[in-house]
């Protein structure tokens, strides 16, 4: 059991300075509260398996900050006909824009909230989601797409995609 033991520590040993340094950013865009409910159980899931976790809004997001990210998890909500909700849009234009960085460094999940009454289903999430790739990330987890009655899948999506970022 001792060599069994040895042998194990090695890995963690040699990954101790890349986990602590690593901050996993949870960004939520949400309208009427329900992305940023969803964030905050979220953060606290990871705070309670140990991750370093920077939830906030994304509408105070600062986009220049998105080229140093190494973890991102975005929960948002869609707006309307397939719109971000408000405190999205400056984030989305800055996505689709010029501007945006190439992100190769990113490792990457979206969870989308929607009502699937609407033709343009969760298509903010889905925007957010195809761009990141399209601009080098890897997306860590499969994005969700969640209707009106998320609550179940929302946790049992971070469950999953919280252990693929630890």
């Known amino acids: 059991a001792a060599s069994q033991l040895a042998g ?34 979220m953060k606290a899931a990871a705070e309670s398996q140990g991750v370093a976790v920077s939830l906030q809004d994304i509408a105070s997001y600062k986009t220049n900050a998105l080229a140093k990210e190494k973890y991102l998890i975005i929960v948002t909500s869609t707006y309307g006909e397939g719109e971000p909700p408000e405190a999205a849009v400056s984030f989305h234009k800055f996505l689709f824009g010029k501007k945006a960085p190439q992100l190769p460094q990113l490792r990457y999940a979206v969870l989308g909230l929607g009502d699937s009454s609407y033709d343009l289903f969760c298509q903010t999430a889905v925007d957010f989601d195809t761009k990141l790739a399209a601009l080098g990330a890897e997306r860590l987890h499969p994005a969700a797409l969640l209707d009106v009655d998320y609550a179940t899948p929302a946790s049992e999506w971070q469950q999953q995609a919280l252990a693929k970022f630890e």
């Open 8 to 41: 194990q520590g090695v890995g963690p040993v040699a990954q101790a300075p890349v986990a602590e340094a690593a901050t996993l950013t949870i960004l939520y865009a949400s309208q009427t509260g329900n992305a940023k409910g969803v964030a905050s159980k």
